[in-house]
């Protein structure tokens, strides 16, 4: 993810410099003028859980995640609060899988108790707060601070079935906060803006199975989504 980031970086720097080397004009002067617009942004992701435990029967649990790369899509509506803020709408999915190991020796000691794979799908709802410096030539950076709503599709929780049928169980609604860095780079035809961000659950995603001394769930306290985006926009 950090060589991905920087290659992302130096791409956009780069691809900025030629711009304003082959022009010497500012690159869609009124762009930031229009009180409201839109775009659209595409992405990866890769997910994981932050786990902390409380006391059970089962002591020696240890919880290890696996993330896999996911993908984000989705639109954005700008609106221009003043000249270096903006509160931003970006409805949009996020697709991501994460292996689950349950290292509790010997009460889990098959695959099939041991291993969860988890494939999410999420509809992602974040409220944004856009601070950016002034511009410089075809350059602009921000920082971004937001909250969002997140609906998990593949959660389960409805299920009656839980991990001792083999059925690892989520909250549906989940509540995030985001914190990120970006640069924008005015084009000769539209903004393309990389972005880096950190999306963290404020609450507890898991749902406990319906044994109450289960090896899954019983021993695990804080169970809550942590993440890093890489979003590319274009508006």
């Keep these: 993810m950090k060589k991905i980031f920087f290659f992302i970086i130096t791409f956009s720097v780069?691809?900025?410099?030629?711009s304003q080397?082959?022009?010497?004009?500012?690159?869609?002067?009124?762009?930031?003028d229009p009180k409201i617009h839109y775009g659209f942004y595409l992405g990866i992701n890769q997910n994981d859980f932050k786990v902390n435990y409380r006391p059970s029967n089962f002591p020696s649990t240890i919880v290890e995640i696996k993330p896999t790369?996911?993908?984000?899509?989705?639109?954005?509506?700008?609106?221009?609060?003043?000249?270096?803020?903006n509160l931003r709408f970006e409805p949009g999915l996020i697709s991501n899988s994460k292996t689950i190991y349950f290292n509790n020796s010997p009460t889990l000691n098959t695959e099939r108790d041991?291993?969860?794979?988890?494939?999410?799908?999420?509809?992602?709802?974040?409220?944004?707060?856009?601070?950016?410096?002034?511009?410089?030539n075809n350059v602009r950076p921000y920082v971004l601070a937001g909250i969002s709503y997140d609906h998990n599709?593949?959660?389960?929780?409805?299920?009656?079935?839980?991990?001792?049928?083999?059925?690892?169980?989520?909250?549906?609604?989940?509540?995030m906060y985001e914190l990120?860095?970006?640069?924008?780079?005015?084009?000769?035809f539209f903004k393309?803006?990389?972005?880096?961000?950190?999306?963290?659950?404020?609450?507890?995603?898991?749902?406990?199975?319906?044994?109450?001394?289960?090896?899954?769930?019983?021993?695990?306290?804080?169970?809550?989504?942590?993440?890093v985006f890489l979003n590319f926009s274009f508006e």
């Design 14 to 18: 780069a691809l900025s410099a030629s």
């Design 114 to 136: 041991s291993i969860r794979e988890i494939g999410s799908t999420y509809l992602h709802l974040p409220l944004v707060l856009k601070l950016s410096s002034d511009r410089w």
């Design 192 to 227: 393309f803006s990389p972005s880096i961000r950190g999306v963290f659950a404020m609450n507890r995603e898991l749902i406990d199975d319906n044994n109450s001394n289960s090896p899954w769930t019983s021993p695990i306290n804080i169970f809550s989504t942590r993440g």
């Design 153 to 175: 599709f593949s959660s389960n929780q409805e299920n009656s079935d839980d991990n001792f049928s083999g059925e690892f169980r989520m909250k549906t609604s989940n509540f």
């Design 180 to 188: 990120g860095v970006g640069v924008d780079i005015y084009l000769s």
């Design 21 to 32: 080397k082959r022009r010497n004009v500012d690159n869609l002067p009124t762009f930031d």
């Design 69 to 85: 790369l996911g993908f984000n899509v989705g639109l954005i509506a700008d609106f221009r609060v003043h000249k270096n803020v």
